[in-house]
């Protein structure tokens, strides 16, 4: 059985009900700061700001000095296995991430021998982190999951729909289980790393799990999810882990129990009553506040964010918003959410 950490949000993913819910913000580290738009400018590209401990580690830190949040979570990106595998990534500016596609006869040319010691100046920025947080603060590390990386190594790019990944993974079955076999051994490798870097807890962004029916989610989501969890929780007993399933709707229920995930991480599409209603008692959840009610601020995101910490306050609850946060948020807004939530 776990001890208390005197971290509040690694205690509450470990089942320990805290007095108010902690809060971190998905992407708090990021565009929406003017200290950062500074390091970006300094750093290059945006894989050269990934890859720069130097820099990867004064940008995580940034919201913190900032906000008196209750993590840090690594600044990285998703894209950072396939650049590890040998695909070639790039963030073209104003489009977003940008890959050469992979076709049926390019699985077998990925290099995943090859993955953790091209990851190693990662691992390396969330050391520095770690020893430098302050001992209440919670290290997050994360990757994403295989199915969403496997849409963007597949479509070149994000897609509203994924068709391209779904017809492949119909038409090339066996290339399709390779890939996700790869991804699956990959990625449980470098959550098992930043552990022992220094993470306290980790998230698995399985961000495109919508537009999925309910036999290509068991197969794609929650199957190469258990596996991840499987292989990280056999080399780090008892990890603790958040999966991020957006879009899962539905299945959400199927998720947590097939996983064991220690906290669900719910979109803000996912209806509050239904959380409470779907979800075990004893399983933590983290959200959902949508991110563009932080962004028009004012009473609405204030009222919103109440019901949210009111609809939780009867299990383990991580306040969080519901997807990532945007460029264009105000700071001050950020401000005042996490003054309710601490309130």
């Not at 090339?172 to 390779?178: C, G, I, L, Q």
């Not at 962004?205 to 292989?231: C, G, M, Q, T």
């Not at 264009?328 to 950020?334: A, D, G, K, L």
Request: aromatic fraction near 8%.
């Amino acid at each position: 059985m776990p001890q208390p950490t005197g971290k509040p949000l690694l205690d509450t993913a470990l089942g320990f009900r805290q007095k108010r819910p902690p809060i971190w913000i998905m992407r708090q580290a990021g565009r929406y700061l003017p200290e950062y738009l500074k390091v970006r400018e300094t750093a290059g590209s945006f894989l050269d700001l990934c890859y720069n401990p130097q820099f990867a580690t004064e940008v995580t830190l940034q919201p913190l000095r900032r906000f008196d949040l209750d993590a840090a979570i690594l600044f990285s990106d998703i894209l950072v296995v396939p650049d590890a595998l040998g695909q070639n990534v790039r963030f073209e500016k104003g489009e977003g991430p940008v890959l050469e596609a992979l076709g049926p006869t390019d699985i077998a040319k990925l290099k995943p021998e090859a993955a953790l010691d091209h990851l190693a100046p990662v691992l390396e920025a969330l050391s520095r982190i770690s020893s430098s947080l302050d001992k209440n603060k919670t290290m997050i590390g994360f990757c994403g999951a295989p199915w969403t990386v496997a849409t963007y190594m597949l479509g070149g790019r994000g897609s509203p729909d994924q068709a391209i990944a779904r017809l492949f993974a119909l038409e090339h079955p066996e290339e399709f289980s390779a890939l996700i076999d790869i991804l699956v051994e990959v990625s449980a490798q470098y959550l098992i790393a930043q552990f022992k870097a220094g993470a306290d807890i980790v998230q698995i962004f399985e961000s495109w799990a919508l537009n999925l029916d309910d036999v290509a989610f068991a197969n794609y989501v929650i199957d190469p999810n258990r596996r991840v969890i499987e292989k990280v929780r056999a080399e780090i007993a008892d990890a603790p882990i958040i999966g991020f399933p957006r879009g899962a709707a539905g299945n959400l229920a199927g998720y947590a129990k097939a996983t064991k995930v220690n906290v669900i991480g719910l979109d803000y599409a996912t209806p509050l009553e239904f959380a409470r209603s779907h979800l075990p008692d004893d399983l933590g959840v983290q959200g959902n506040l949508d991110p563009l009610r932080l962004v028009a601020g004012g009473e609405q995101m204030q009222e919103r964010a109440r019901t949210i910490i009111e609809a939780f306050s009867d299990r383990c609850h991580i306040f969080n918003l519901g997807h990532g946060i945007v460029p264009q948020t105000p700071v001050e807004h950020v401000e005042k959410l996490i003054g309710i939530v601490k309130g």
